[in-house]
């Protein structure tokens, strides 16, 4: 079995930073793509990005040039760099990874979620 546990949420003012850490654990031979989503009350959840095992990035136009998505593949953990927030950007983010496990087989795991409050 494979989690996904983010960290890293919390309140902060609009224009400031926040670093949220998603960290894989369990029976991993190796995770494909890994991505950001997030959900704010009442819209559907959206992609914010994604990276690929070779670190091939895509970010959504909403984001471009305020977030940053990095992986280190050693500890099986996803980042994503949140700069100049905004209100609009606050909303529960969840990691989610592409996993093949020890055995073989292939599925998306996510995360719980952290939850982004921009806010002065």
């Known amino acids: 079995q494979v989690q996904l546990v983010e960290s890293g949420g919390g309140l902060v003012q609009p224009g400031g930073s926040l670093r949220l850490s998603c960290a894989a654990s369990g029976s991993i031979f190796s995770i494909n793509d890994m991505g950001w989503y997030r959900q704010a009350p009442g819209k559907q959840r959206e992609l914010v990005a994604t990276?690929?095992?070779?670190?091939?990035?895509k970010y959504a136009d909403s984001v471009k040039g305020r977030f940053t998505i990095s992986r280190d593949n050693a500890k099986n953990t996803v980042y994503l760099q949140m700069n100049s927030l905004k209100p609009e950007d606050a909303a529960v983010y969840y990691c989610?990874?592409?996993?093949?496990?020890?055995?073989?087989?292939?599925?998306?795991?996510w995360g719980q979620g952290t939850q982004v409050t921009v806010s002065s």
């Open positions: 989610k990874g592409r996993v093949v496990t020890i055995a073989r087989s292939q599925y998306d795991c």
């Open positions: 990276i690929t095992s070779g670190s091939t990035t």
